[in-house]
């Protein structure tokens, strides 16, 4: 109890504190820049992220563009009359509005706040315009916003107005056709040279005239307005959006017209659906989740679409949308930890580096301290009030910095720095100053000088075995369940425990790596020494000693060889990406061009082809039909995967010609022989093997029975594919409607883009630039080119650190060997041959050891889900970029030796001979 008593809280000497801070100002201010250069990156990536994470959200939705609409559909009230008839609602326009209203009221309050205002639309059906050369059709449409509809010009005629003026009327099933007015776009009128007053020769489907009627012709106010988009045909006639050379035109109902529409076509005809945009700029990380289950949930609520009242029944791919951009954010965002783990291991093996030399600067100062009566709690507690100011104020001034360039910045990442930088020189210097006082006397029993040795070695293999234990369970843990959290649905974006152990598996990869290279040097280096005492060479013996004798500094080659395997990682990791985006790109594509024809023309597609293929430039055109969501059975299974029936030996040339992988087993569908038909099948699960027997219904016939012969390259980047031969399934009895044509060769971009039909044409050079800019990819290259910068920068830092620490030790010994008639040159050979052997370690080993983990770590890393490509890539290893981190850190190395002579030439040799000096 006494003792307790006699304990007082340390007391700093401030005077000691500021000396011995303007006396190392230098590695003071060389530590605090390090730690504020770590602090801005480490600071500023997380936000960055976070606000790229916001982008990417956007940036998805954008690019589905219609399929993330939130649809409302609903059937009409029947119209039957008292009489048999069919009864004229003349307030069918409310009742747009009101579905209108009813479709906004069930979405809720956050996801209604995440779309645009709804904009209602209402579509007659396909009619045949009967007059002229080419073939067109004709389509009437009413839009409905909460404002009404879009603000058009009328500039001849009116908007249309009711064919009759009384509101209630019953007209018989089969009477003549009911007239309705429509107006037209200035295009329109003068493509079919028409005006007010005239009727369009319009028919349906079963060959019935139909009594269209102009009333107006109207200019668009704003063609801007998001609700022209919904049906283009009003502004301009739009060739091919029903077949080839068939050409599009479309009339706009008014409120009052709107009643006379229904009674023109029959029943069930008039369809009508509400739109819900999403408002892109409103999405953020953080609502995605919440969004994409309230969607699910206003789907799973929605009736059924045999229903026909006026339930709603509701359609959207927004929540798949939400949810394919949450799994891609996840994915970077454990990519870029992965990266910053690896800058943050380095800093702290620098930071401890700089510590080492600091210390062995003060160790006099700090034993003289201690032998004038200095305790220890109190030099401690003076170190540690130094190095927090330094390294506090250093991570505050790189966080201030991280705050100009981000929307914010995250400090959980420089707590790691921070302790560093606070713990390493006090620990140290508190070590130093404890082994200058104490009186230990070494043993003079051999017995106990061995137990001694035998005790640092099993306290040296314990660290070591620690080490590795946890580098193999990060590594296993990473292979085994990637970085992926397990819980994806509920994911905040942050880190969490789980993800730790995974995320560190490179860089724990690497210490592993670095302490047998630490384990081997030694080795070397001794038997080196005892080479070049067998030789006649007084200056090899003297490189060889020296090496040997520091050749067991743990700091150096640890900093060294860390810092250039994981810049090789990070080089390693951005070419990889930039090479998987290239390849993602050929495979969304799947050619250099596609073109995605409607089903309406879908019969055209051969000529087309043939059209395409004849264009100058073209190499190669292969046309297939594409079915997503097919229907297949497997042992009475339904899965629903992507149905490719195609040419299986022009497909396998389409293949075989462009960086597409190759698949051989397309020479097993076209192979002659009775029974199922032959099909390569993938499956994401990999439930569908060779030998599965398949079945894929049609209407009005049998199934077709399939066999499973091998498995399917990805078609899209699709996981679940079925690909049979056309003429295979021909024979079968199922003909193909091909509706995807792709085109390889120089000219192919042009050649699709002048095909004269409105198809979507998908261009290789158009996607895989958007995905070279897209917020994720770009942002996440960025971050690796920055990483292996900064990661070599503290390489060549740890380089100079390491030889100013031994530079004292080093040139005494030298000059020393000089007065025994070593020449300066000789010196220089001999400092040389003192530095070069760690550095030549880790410019050999460490761009090998950055490979070799690449090799095991990347497939877990999920590139796949920024590349688009269906399988993880392949490392891909930038040899050059490799050579010129080794070259850099050489060059280095040579450079440090004319400058330590020069340095160390004003060096009195009276002082080096002195005792102690």
Same mark, same amino acid.
């Given at each position: 109890m006494k003792r307790w008593l006699a304990r007082r809280w340390p007391t700093p000497h401030w005077p000691s504190i500021r000396g011995r801070g303007r006396t190392d100002a230098g590695p003071l201010l060389l530590t605090a820049a390090v730690i504020a250069?770590?602090?801005?990156?480490?600071?500023?990536?997380?936000?960055?992220?976070?606000?790229?994470?916001?982008?990417?959200?956007?940036?998805? $939705?954008?690019? #589905?563009?219609?399929? @993330?609409? =939130?649809?409302?559909?609903?059937?009409?009230?029947?119209? &039957? /009359? +008292?009489?048999?008839?069919?009864?004229?609602?003349?307030?069918?326009?409310?009742?747009?509005?009101?579905?209108?209203?009813?479709?906004?009221?069930?979405?809720?309050?956050?996801?209604?706040?995440?779309?645009?205002?709804?904009?209602a639309v209402v579509n007659g059906p396909i009619l045949s315009i009967t007059e002229g050369d080419v073939p067109r059709t004709f389509q009437f449409?009413?839009?409905?916003?909460?404002?009404?509809?879009?603000?058009?010009?009328? $500039?001849?005629? #009116?908007?249309?107005? @009711?064919? =009759?003026?009384?509101?209630?009327?019953?007209?018989?099933? &089969? /009477? +003549?056709?009911?007239?309705?007015?429509?107006?037209?776009?200035?295009?329109?009128?003068?493509?079919?040279?028409?005006?007010?007053?005239?009727?369009?020769?319009?028919?349906?489907?079963?060959?019935?005239?139909?009594?269209?009627?102009?009333?107006?012709?109207?200019?668009?106010?704003?063609?801007?307005d998001p609700a022209w988009l919904l049906a283009p045909a009003l502004l301009r006639p739009v060739p091919g959006a029903d077949g080839v050379g068939?050409?599009?035109?479309?009339?706009?109902?008014?409120?009052?017209?709107?009643?006379?529409?229904?009674?023109?076509?029959?029943?069930?005809?008039?369809?009508?659906?509400?739109?819900?945009?999403?408002?892109?700029?409103?999405?953020?990380?953080?609502?995605?989740?919440?969004?994409?289950?309230?969607?699910?949930k206003l789907k799973a609520a929605s009736a059924s679409s045999g229903a026909r009242d006026e339930s709603l029944k509701w359609e959207s791919q927004l929540d798949t949308t939400l949810r394919t951009a949450r799994t891609r954010i996840s994915?970077?965002?454990?990519?870029?930890?992965?990266?910053?783990?690896?800058?943050?291991?380095?800093?702290?093996?620098?930071?401890?580096?700089?510590?080492?030399?600091?210390?062995?600067?003060?160790?006099?100062?700090?034993?003289?301290?201690?032998?004038?009566?200095?305790?220890?709690?109190?030099?401690?507690?003076?170190?540690?009030?130094?190095?927090?100011?330094?390294?506090?104020?250093?991570?505050?001034?790189?966080?201030?910095?991280?705050?100009?360039?981000?929307?914010?910045?995250?400090?959980?990442?420089?707590?790691?720095?921070?302790?560093?930088?606070?713990?390493a020189g006090p620990a140290f210097g508190t070590l130093a100053a404890a082994r200058a006082s104490r009186d230990r006397r070494q043993p003079a029993n051999p017995a106990a000088r061995r137990w001694t040795r035998a005790t640092g070695q099993l306290r040296r293999a314990a660290v070591e075995a620690a080490v590795l234990v946890a580098a193999v369970a990060a590594?296993?843990?990473?292979?085994?369940?990637?970085?992926?959290?397990?819980?994806?649905?509920?994911?905040?974006?942050?880190?969490?425990?789980?993800?730790?152990?995974?995320?560190?598996?490179?860089?724990?990869?690497?210490?592993?790596?670095?302490?047998?290279?630490?384990?081997?040097?030694?080795?070397?280096?001794?038997?080196?020494?005892?080479?070049?005492?067998?030789?006649?060479?007084?200056?090899?013996?003297?490189?060889?000693?020296r090496a040997a004798t520091t050749a067991g500094r743990a700091l150096p080659l640890l900093v060294l060889v860390s810092t250039t395997a994981l810049a090789s990682f990070a080089l390693i990791l951005g070419a990889t990406v930039t090479?998987?985006?290239?390849?993602?790109?050929?495979?969304?594509?799947?050619?250099?061009?596609?073109?995605?024809?409607?089903?309406?023309?879908?019969a055209a597609t051969p000529a087309l082809a043939e059209r395409i293929a004849a264009a100058p430039g073209v190499e190669q055109v292969v046309v297939a039909q594409v079915t997503d969501s097919a229907r297949v059975f497997t042992d009475s299974t339904l899965s629903t995967p992507r149905l490719v029936i195609v040419d299986a030996a022009a497909f396998g040339r389409l293949l075989a010609t462009t960086p597409l992988p190759d698949a051989p087993a397309l020479a097993r569908l076209t192979a002659p022989g009775p029974g199922d038909v032959p099909a390569l099948v993938r499956s994401s699960d990999g439930d569908v093997r060779q030998g599965t027997r398949l079945q894929l219904p049609r209407d009005g016939g049998p199934a077709i029975h399939l066999v499973a012969v091998g498995a399917a390259p990805s078609v899209g980047g699709a996981g679940d594919v079925v690909i049979v031969d056309a003429a295979a399934l021909a024979d079968a009895g199922l003909p193909a409607v091909p509706n995807t044509v792709w085109v390889?060769?120089?000219?192919?971009?042009?050649?699709?883009?002048n095909s004269g039909v409105a198809a979507d044409v998908v261009l290789r050079p158009d996607v895989l630039r958007a995905q070279r800019v897209a917020p994720l990819s770009a942002g996440l290259l960025r971050l690796a080119w920055t990483a292996a910068a900064v990661l070599l920068a503290l390489g060549l830092l740890g380089l100079a650190l390491a030889a100013a620490a031994g530079a004292s030790e080093r040139w005494q010994t030298l000059t020393r060997l000089r007065t025994l008639g070593l020449r300066p040159?000789?010196?220089?050979?001999?400092?040389?041959?003192?530095?070069?052997?760690?550095?030549?370690?880790?410019?050999?080993?460490?761009?090998?050891?950055?490979?070799?983990?690449a090799r095991l770590t990347l497939g877990p890393l999920d590139l796949r889900l920024l590349t688009g490509q269906a399988a993880d890539p392949g490392a891909v290893l930038p040899w050059w970029l490799l050579g010129l981190v080794s070259v850099a850190l050489l060059a280095a190395a040579v450079t440090v030796v004319p400058v330590e002579s020069a340095l160390r030439r004003r060096d009195r040799l009276s002082e080096v001979l002195r005792a102690g000096g």
């Open positions: 250069a770590v602090a801005l990156l480490a600071g500023a990536v997380p936000a960055l992220l976070r606000a790229a994470a916001d982008d990417a959200v956007q940036d998805e $939705v954008r690019r #589905s563009g219609h399929d @993330s609409n =939130v649809l409302a559909h609903a059937d009409w009230e029947r119209d &039957d /009359g +008292p009489t048999g008839g069919r009864v004229r609602t003349a307030r069918l326009a409310e009742d747009v509005d009101d579905f209108r209203a009813r479709a906004t009221d069930a979405l809720g309050p956050d996801l209604d706040a995440a779309l645009l205002p709804p904009i449409t009413y839009l409905a916003g909460d404002a009404g509809g879009p603000d058009v010009t009328w $500039v001849a005629g #009116s908007a249309p107005g @009711s064919a =009759v003026p009384d509101e209630y009327l019953e007209t018989p099933y &089969d /009477g +003549p056709p009911w007239p309705v007015q429509v107006g037209l776009c200035e295009a329109d009128a003068a493509a079919l040279h028409l005006g007010p007053g005239d009727r369009i020769p319009v028919r349906d489907g079963r060959g019935r005239d139909r009594d269209v009627r102009i009333s107006g012709i109207y200019r668009p106010a704003d063609s801007g068939v050409t599009r035109f479309a009339g706009l109902l008014s409120r009052e017209s709107l009643p006379d529409a229904r009674l023109a076509v029959d029943e069930g005809q008039l369809r009508r659906t509400v739109h819900f945009a999403p408002e892109a700029d409103a999405l953020t990380w953080d609502t995605t989740a919440t969004l994409a289950s309230q969607v699910v994915a970077v965002s454990a990519q870029a930890a992965v990266l910053l783990t690896g800058v943050l291991t380095a800093t702290v093996l620098v930071l401890l580096l700089a510590a080492d030399l600091l210390v062995r600067r003060r160790t006099p100062a700090l034993s003289a301290a201690r032998q004038r009566g200095a305790a220890l709690p109190d030099l401690g507690a003076e170190l540690i009030a130094e190095s927090t100011v330094v390294s506090v104020s250093a991570a505050a001034v790189g966080l201030a910095l991280a705050r100009t360039v981000a929307p914010g910045v995250s400090w959980s990442w420089v707590v790691p720095v921070i302790l560093a930088g606070v713990v590594l296993v843990t990473l292979r085994q369940r990637g970085l992926l959290p397990t819980a994806s649905g509920g994911d905040t974006g942050e880190l969490t425990s789980e993800q730790i152990l995974p995320i560190s598996a490179p860089a724990l990869g690497v210490l592993v790596g670095a302490l047998v290279l630490l384990r081997l040097l030694p080795l070397g280096a001794r038997f080196a020494l005892r080479q070049a005492l067998r030789s006649r060479r007084p200056l090899a013996v003297f490189g060889a000693a090479r998987g985006l290239a390849d993602g790109a050929w495979s969304a594509v799947g050619a250099d061009a596609r073109l995605d024809v409607g089903a309406d023309a879908g390889t060769g120089p000219g192919a971009a042009r050649a699709v883009s040159r000789d010196a220089r050979w001999v400092a040389a041959g003192e530095l070069l052997p760690p550095v030549v370690v880790a410019a050999v080993c460490g761009p090998l050891l950055g490979a070799l983990l």
